[in-house]
């Protein structure tokens, strides 16, 4: 993200111009935009002119409209950012109150306005204009027949290719068919990997499956990489890490990401770190259940204390419509912060942070045992019984 100018005042109040520059940065777009703010942005809109003959005329013009945002949409497929609301700045094409769609697209500038920009919103936009903050790591799981291709930035796990193919069974006797299918899967998963995976930004490839359907790939992709004389992957042959999957799913990613080999190859990248603090939570739940909690009562009365030690937090939070609600929120963070507790914000786009928002999106590790917030909801549980 590029950030060409930053104009807030002393009250919190302001606006940035931004221009997204890839899929990452229309996703930070989508979180710091939310509804009440002001947008502006080029847009196109349908112009009818009358002739003095009556005819009519439909043209289409490049124009810069202002709107007061009242609904946010995000496409990610396709990564545009819709936005629908009124528009509040006098224009030659469009009248003042009237409906317009405004989108936000890769590599066309817009102005963000808000009457106040919260500590969560300012982090976002350091993070999003950090150059550092890059895809990574990149993932393959698979199983026979079955292969995703996956990139994993910081706040995102964009699914970039998806391999499904019909593999004919071992026969007695006839095994040629099933390894001709093998092979054809092989081939499209390493073509899928030298079409999406850059290499010099990723610094690890996980391939990962159940058995040794890994093994198998590896072995045939560096065969066919001295035939070839492929380059790239001979270069880059060790950045690639087998791991142990249970199946070729999206969703085993959770599992992967968590085996301590990838947790320790991948220890300089964000979504290690949130992975990691979920599986601690976990264990603590387990283990010690008065030192771990979830939902946002328990987690604001742990905080009051100055208990919490380590906060795990959805950005699904930050976007709630219910501005009062996103401001309890970020008061959290923030006096979590303050007593020298680690926040982690989870996205809710990565597997870690879909599995967090199975748990309220908000949890907590305590510094200390707080047997009292056990007692307490223990009592809600029996006055609700009542």
């Known amino acids: 993200m590029k950030l060409l100018n930053k ?4 009250d919190g109040g302001g606006s940035v111009v931004l221009v997204p520059e ?45 709107i007061n945002v009242e609904n946010i949409d995000f496409d990610t497929q396709a990564c545009v950012l819709r936005l629908k609301g009124r528009n509040i700045v006098e224009n030659q094409y469009v009248k003042m ?25 300012l982090e976002r936009i350091d993070t999003a204009c950090d150059p550092t903050q890059n895809a990574d790591v990149a993932a393959v799981v698979m199983q026979e027949g079955i292969a995703h291709i996956c ?31 093998l092979n054809r899967f092989y081939e499209n998963i390493m073509q899928a990997i030298l079409r999406h995976v850059n290499f010099d930004i990723v610094k690890c490839v996980i391939v990962a499956s159940p058995g040794f359907v890994k093994d198998q790939f590896m072995e045939y992709m560096i065969q066919q990489a001295i035939k070839t004389d492929n380059k790239l992957l001979l270069e880059n042959r060790s950045k690639f ?6 199946s070729g799913f999206k969703h085993s990613l959770k599992e992967v990401l968590a085996d301590p080999a990838v947790v320790t190859r991948m220890s300089d990248t964000k979504a290690a770190g949130e992975v990691k603090a979920l599986e601690q939570f976990y264990t603590i739940l387990q283990t010690d259940p008065a030192r771990a909690f979830y939902g946002k009562k328990h987690c604001l009365a742990a905080a009051a204390a100055q208990a919490v030690e380590t906060l795990l937090i959805s950005d699904k939070l930050f976007r709630c419509h219910d ?25 809710s786009m990565h597997v ?35």
């Open 151 to 181: 990139l994993i930035t910081s706040n995102m796990t964009i699914v970039r290719a998806k391999i499904d193919q019909v593999i004919p069974r071992k026969r007695k006797g006839m095994t040629s068919q099933h390894e001709k299918g």
């Open 241 to 246: 890490m087998l791991v142990h999957a249970s």
């Open 323 to 347: 501005i009062a609600e996103r401001k309890e929120y970020v008061e959290l963070v923030e006096s979590v912060r303050e007593s020298n507790g680690d926040v982690k914000i989870f996205s």
């Open 97 to 121: 109150g009237q409906y317009h769609t405004l989108d936000v697209e890769q590599n066309r500038k817009f102005t963000l306005k808000k009457v106040k920009w919260d500590s969560i919103a």
């Open 22 to 66: 890839n899929p990452e940065d229309m996703w930070h777009a989508y979180n710091l935009i939310s509804e009440g703010d002001c947008v502006c942005g080029s847009t196109i809109r349908k112009v009818q002119t009358e002739s003095s003959t009556g005819s009519t005329n439909s043209t289409r013009v490049r124009t810069t409209l202002t």
């Open 352 to 386: 870690s942070g879909e599995q967090l928002e199975q748990l309220t999106g908000v949890a907590a590790i305590l510094r200390f045992p707080m047997p009292e917030l056990e007692d307490e909801s223990d009592g809600d549980d029996s006055s609700e019984e009542d």
């Open 7 to 10: 104009n807030i005042d002393r």
